[in-house]
Each structure stands twice: as structure tokens, then as C-alpha cells.
């Protein structure tokens, strides 16, 4: 298995962890789809221009972000702290198994996981043998 096929796997497995964890601490697992496209907000930045929407989107599509609340978590015990870091890190794995990486600057659609939509179809068809 190639390490991209490795990556959306262990992905796909963080994401059942925190599903299991939403039950474990309680929580409802509907936050999971209530609250899943508010991470997507930072795509808005690709309105201004794709270097702009790649340093928005990624700083907020990485597991930093959830690691930090779950360290105020620990240090404050406020539950909806846990809950912000679960949903977060949710989807940002889901993304991640869904083959949707971190942005490089040059277009939404070339991710560290590579191409994703009409252009990981074009650069297949042109490097299949025929």
C-alpha cells in the first residue's frame, strides 16, 4: 500500500476513535454532523486568491488546532472544549480519509494527497499506458 492509501486509512481510524469517544465522554454524536462544515469556513480565503485560501485552509485542516484544546481541556476540564477538539479533529480525519489534504498554492484542488476532482481524472487517463 502506497503511504498516501496509509495516510486516508489511519485517517478513516481516527475518525472512528473520536465516534467513540463522543460516546464515551457523552456527548451527542450529532455534533459530529452539526458542527462538521463550520471548519470549512477557511476555504473562503481561496475568494482572495489560492496562496491566501492554502494558508487559511491549512491552518485550520490539521490536527495542531484540536491538539491545542485538548491540552486546555486537560488544564480547565470544560467539557465543551473537549467537544470543539473532537469535532474538530474529526473533520480534518475525514477530510483526510476522503483523499481532501493540506492546500498547496498554486490550486484548491493539489493537495499533499494529491490531485482531487476532474484534474486526479485527467492526470490519470494521461499516464495510464496505452
Known sequence: ?????????????????????????????????????VFDLSALGFLANPKVGAVFYNAVHNYAGPALLVLIYFATDASWVALVAMVWAFHVAVDRALGYGLKYEDDFQHTHLGWIGKRKSASKESSSPQ
Open 1 to 37: 500500500m502506497n503511504p498516501v492509501k496509509w495516510q486516508r486509512v489511519e485517517a478513516a481510524a481516527v475518525a472512528i476513535a473520536i465516534i467513540v469517544g463522543m460516546f464515551v465522554l457523552d456527548f451527542g454524536w450529532w455534533w459530529l454532523l452539526a458542527l462538521f462544515l
